[in-house]
């Protein structure tokens, strides 16, 4: 891995690869008043406004992450952009994931730096975090470099939103950037069981003899339309969530990143 990994996103997400990991997030939202309100940055950040959803001024808290106005039109996608020389840099502390398996105690990232900017039509987020090992597949006795950041679909100063995907009734948009979608997109081809295990042999595949219909049996999380397992444009979900285990890819994607 290179030691400054970068990443962008019309509306998302990134956390833990190696070296010095950059992420940009961006979401289309609506022109706001004057500058955009300050973002809260939950246990891993990343970022889109859902699109439609006015922005509400608010005075930022002190310390909070601040979107900076500047110039141009259209998503803001390069991390390494000038831009983000006008945004002041908040760490961000994370804290341990002990509510889904596999849980972990020991928070394998202990801080990101966040910025964050908008030129009256998109917000972007740039996350930098350290981390000493890439983690790029999709595996099930573990979680892979991946990040996200939580915004409520309806902001009220007077009761901040739950950070833990949200509540009854107070749904929120959750932006993911994965590290598994970035490395397929890289790989600009289908990846294949010889990427992940090079020594395997196999001496006829289903695809070879089956037809498409008859395929979705063998095809597991593809097979029956998953929105995780298909191919994907972007490594970024764009999602909403009311509670814990209500997680929902949005139909229309309004979220992008690298």
Not at 50 to 70: C, I, S
Not at 229 to 257: C, I, M, N, W, Y
Request: charged letters at 20%.
């Amino acid at each position: 891995m290179r030691d400054w990994n970068r990443a962008l996103w019309l509306s998302a997400l990134v956390a833990g690869m190696a070296g010095w990991t950059s992420v940009v997030a961006e979401s289309k939202a609506e022109e706001p008043a004057a500058a955009a309100p300050a973002v809260a940055a939950p246990a891993a950040a990343a970022s889109e406004h859902y699109a439609g959803a006015p922005l509400t001024p608010f005075p930022p808290a002190a310390g909070g992450l601040v979107a900076v106005r500047v110039e141009g039109k259209g998503p803001i996608l390069d991390p390494a952009a000038p831009v983000w020389g006008k945004a002041k840099a908040v760490p961000v502390a994370m804290q341990a994931q002990t509510i889904a398996t596999p849980q972990n105690n020991a928070p394998a990232v202990e801080t990101v730096s966040a910025r964050a900017v908008h030129n009256g039509q998109w917000l972007a987020v740039l996350l930098e975090w350290k981390d000493s090992t890439p983690s790029t597949r999709v595996v099930v006795d573990q979680f892979g470099d991946q990040v996200a950041v939580e915004y409520p679909i309806r902001f009220r100063p007077d009761a901040p939103p739950n950070p833990m995907m949200g509540a009854m009734g107070e749904r929120v948009n959750i932006i993911q950037w994965r590290a598994a979608f970035q490395s397929d997109l890289e790989l600009k081809r289908d990846r294949e069981m010889r990427d992940l295990s090079p020594n395997a042999h196999a001496d006829l595949y289903p695809d070879k003899v089956l037809t498409t219909f008859d395929m979705r049996s063998y095809m597991g999380a593809a097979g029956v339309d998953n929105p995780v397992a298909k191919h994907r444009p972007s490594p970024v979900l764009d999602q909403v969530a009311e509670g814990f285990g209500s997680l929902t890819v949005k139909q229309h994607q309004e979220a992008d990143g690298a």
